[in-house]
């Protein structure tokens, strides 16, 4: 069983739809969640990162962490063509100089 | 703030010879560095750790030997792919961490390398 688990999709969405993007994890050790979006052939970049439990919002992206159920969430809002790419979840028992455990990464397509 | 770069973007050559990537942290000084490699349709996968000055500390099964690091100064970390095989061919990523108000950072990552060995 691999430590992360992220349905590859791909996933097809319209413009202006809600985008629902999850990970599962299995060690409890993880502390810090990450989520990356990396276009094609290019070096993933960094949306949002979250502390154990809870929410954070940033403009039209909300992380959500749910240690209870080792689960991990990334909604984007008013989804926009340019969303269109690859959402990476990655997590670490602590932050900065620690190997990070990346999910296999969900390919989104926003639909105009 | 927090741009990391990498040289050659892309390179092509032949199997057997070696081949070196540079990985840099234009506007900081990173305290670690890392270099991940990406096989198409797959996630990045660590393959080593280096922090400045010291040995770098790999993954089980990357080969030390086969991927040389050095990681010189705190804004220079080098990869080298020795005697490289057409099973090596693959996009190798690098990240820089680093203090920021005696907080460690999240790593930042650079836009990647595609190797191509024929």
């Known amino acids: 069983q691999k430590e992360v688990e992220q349905d590859p999709g791909p996933l097809s969405v319209p413009e202006g739809a809600i985008v629902s993007l999850n990970c599962t994890y299995s060690n409890s050790a993880f502390q810090y969640f990450m989520w990356y979006r990396q276009y094609s052939r290019k070096g993933p970049e960094l949306l949002m990162y979250?502390?154990?439990?809870g929410n954070k919002e940033d403009g039209r992206f909300t992380a959500q962490v749910d240690k209870s159920s080792k689960y991990i969430s990334l909604f984007i809002r008013d989804s926009q063509p340019s969303d269109s790419a690859t959402y990476l979840c990655a997590m670490s028992a602590n932050f900065g100089n620690e190997k990070l455990t990346f999910g296999t990464g969900t390919r989104l397509t926003i639909i105009p | 703030g927090a741009v990391v770069s990498q040289h050659p973007s892309w390179v092509i050559c032949k199997s057997g010879t070696s081949v070196k990537i540079e990985c840099r942290s234009l506007d900081f000084q990173a305290t670690t560095m890392f270099w991940y490699r990406q096989f198409p349709k797959q996630s990045l996968m660590l393959m080593a750790t280096s922090n400045e000055g010291s040995k770098a500390t790999y993954e089980q099964g990357v080969e030390k030997d086969k991927f040389l690091i050095n990681h010189a100064s705190l804004t220079l970390s080098t990869l080298t792919v020795t005697s490289a095989h057409p099973e090596d061919s693959s996009f190798y990523i690098c990240s820089a961490s680093r203090y920021r108000d005696t907080v460690q950072e999240t790593q930042y990552f650079g836009p990647g390398t595609r190797l191509l060995v024929l």
């Open positions: 979250t502390y154990s439990s």
